[in-house]
């Protein structure tokens, strides 16, 4: 599979997020061409401002392969990133991010700053954005419209 089809995973993880009522943003994690980890944001559901699907997926990896060390896996989200879960991506030591839609509000590999522009960490993933940019989007988009209408 490529980027595009792995992509296609953390959107159908993202339509989850909108059955729950939850921002639809959605999260994959490969190692050795297999998801090893899936998951959607799920700040509603749990209450938890650190329940966003990056931290999620980050953590069932984690346990699935017994080592906070995620080197040789592939993160893809399809929307960009927050200071946090770059955080979590830069602790764990993913070796590649992709995601779909910018997020020029709170982006944290490009839009609003970049962590990977931050000398002297020893760790910087290889970053690849805007794989399927529209629809990644297009979610996002419809969502808060709809929340806006119905005053969300």
Known sequence: ??????????????????????????????????????????????????????????????????????????????LEPCPMCAGAIFQSRIKRVVFGAFDPKGGAYGSNFDINAVPRLNHYPLVTSGVRKEQCSELLLDFFKEKRQKNW
């Not at 992509?7 to 997020?17: T, Y």
């Not at 943003?25 to 944001?41: K, L, M, P, Q, R």
Request: charged letters at 25%.
């Open 1 to 78: 599979m490529d980027d595009k089809n792995y992509m296609d995973l953390a959107i159908n993880e993202a339509k989850k997020a909108l059955l729950n009522n939850e921002v639809p943003i959605g999260c994959v994690i490969i190692f050795n061409n297999e998801v090893i980890a899936a998951d959607y944001n799920r700040k509603e559901q749990l209450q938890s401002a650190t329940a966003h699907a990056e931290i999620l997926a980050i953590e069932q990896a984690c346990k699935l392969l017994k080592s906070w060390r995620l080197d040789e896996c592939t993160l893809y989200v399809t």
